[in-house]
């Protein structure tokens, strides 16, 4: 690469075509969008830095730039938003040469792409050590129907939107010094780690239901996400552990290793899906919309009354939770 000039230009050769909603695109100090009609604007920003979200180990340049925008999505999924515009800030040391940060590009223009994504803009620099990637990401929800962690009352469901812990499994895997044996063996959870697949319509199903809908994405394990649902409503949110989603291949992976995959699931993180509530009259619709739209619900257990927390139970007994889930200063 000549310069920091030349890259972007590579850079920007990798993303998809922009809408018509786009009135001023990259090249000019900033850009400029049109919002849809009567509708309110998301806004969420995450950060992805070398040795804390990702190795060399962990995760090629192009699994970088497509989890990037995924966890972006991901949150705009959560507030029951439609993804729509991102701008891309980028740090990079001097090891991550040209073609390392276009194979990112690659994997963020598919991301992007997929998601249904513009990316109207960032900042390129040099960073001393490790590389540094944040991702703001504008999107769109109804005026007033976005999916608030404070929504969750007595007597709601608690659902989760898809299988938990894959990722956790899939990192474990891919620190171990045998790593390559095993991969082969579980490709299913190096790709839960990799690649993780928000479901935009889980989120656009629950924002247009027309009730009150509680959801957080699970980024930092379901334990921690749970609690943030329970806090921000002050109410208290009984998780049956029997019924978390686990794929097999997790379960198996834990198995033969010896862990306890509803660890990974409470405090593993990064999965991706929604954990939530609604009101039980409208779960058979919820599922009823689901269906067509392709997209699962699974009970995992119900709101009371009672101090504010997420307790477990099993075989009838209830204790407070003790999973802690990711924290970056703990
Ligand atoms: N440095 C910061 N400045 C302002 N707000 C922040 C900062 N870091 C986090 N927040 C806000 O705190 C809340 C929790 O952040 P976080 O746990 O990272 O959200 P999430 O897990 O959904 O990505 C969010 O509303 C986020 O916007
Ligand atoms: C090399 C490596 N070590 C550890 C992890 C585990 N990890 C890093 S950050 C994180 C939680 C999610 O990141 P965060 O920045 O808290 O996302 P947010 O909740 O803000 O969306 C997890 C589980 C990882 N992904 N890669
Ligand atoms: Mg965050
Ligand atoms: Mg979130
Ligand atoms: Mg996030």
């Not at 850009?31 to 060399?56: K, N, W």
């Not at 409470?266 to 779960?283: I, N």
Request: proline fraction near 5%; glycine fraction near 10%; charge should be negative.
């Amino acid at each position: 690469m000549k310069d920091e000039f030349d890259l972007i230009a590579k850079l920007l050769q990798k993303r998809p075509p922009v809408d018509k909603s786009v009135e001023v695109d990259v090249g000019d100090d900033a850009a400029v969008y049109r919002p849809g009609l009567g509708m309110s604007q998301v806004i969420t920003c995450d950060t992805m830095v070398e040795s804390v979200h990702f190795s060399e180990q962990t995760m090629a340049p192009e699994d970088i730039g497509w989890k990037g925008i995924a966890s972006n999505v991901s949150d705009i999924v959560a507030m029951g938003g439609i993804p729509k515009h991102a701008v891309i800030s980028l740090a990079a040391p001097e090891v991550w040469e040209e073609e390392s940060l276009l194979r990112f590009y690659d994997g963020l223009g598919a991301g992007a792409k997929h998601f249904g994504v513009t990316i109207l803009g960032g900042d390129t620099v040099r960073s001393m050590k490790g590389l540094v990637v944040t991702i703001t990401l504008v999107g769109e929800v109804e005026r007033d129907c976005s999916l608030r962690r404070s929504n969750a009352r007595p007597g709601d469901i608690v659902f989760v939107t898809g299988p938990l812990g894959g990722s956790a499994a899939g990192l474990h895997l891919l620190l171990r010094e045998d790593t390559s044996e095993w991969i082969v063996r579980y490709p299913s959870l190096v790709a839960f780690h990799q690649r993780p697949y928000p479901h935009i319509e889980a989120g656009r199903v629950l924002s247009t239901l027309g009730e009150r809908v509680a959801a957080n994405d699970v980024s930092d394990g379901l334990g921690r996400e749970a609690r943030e649902i329970a806090e921000a409503s002050g109410v208290r949110l009984v998780i049956e552990p029997s019924l978390i989603p686990i794929s097999p291949e997790t379960v198996a992976y834990g198995a033969e290793i010896g862990v306890n995959p509803l660890q990974w699931a409470f405090d593993g993180g990064e999965d991706y899906q929604l954990v939530g509530t609604l009101p039980a009259q409208s779960w058979e619709r919820l599922l009823h919309l689901a269906k067509e739209k392709e997209v699962s619900f699974t009970q995992i257990g119900w709101v009371e009354e009672g101090e504010v927390g997420v307790y477990c139970i099993d075989e009838g007994k209830r204790s407070l939770l003790s999973y802690k889930g990711y924290n970056h200063f703990a």
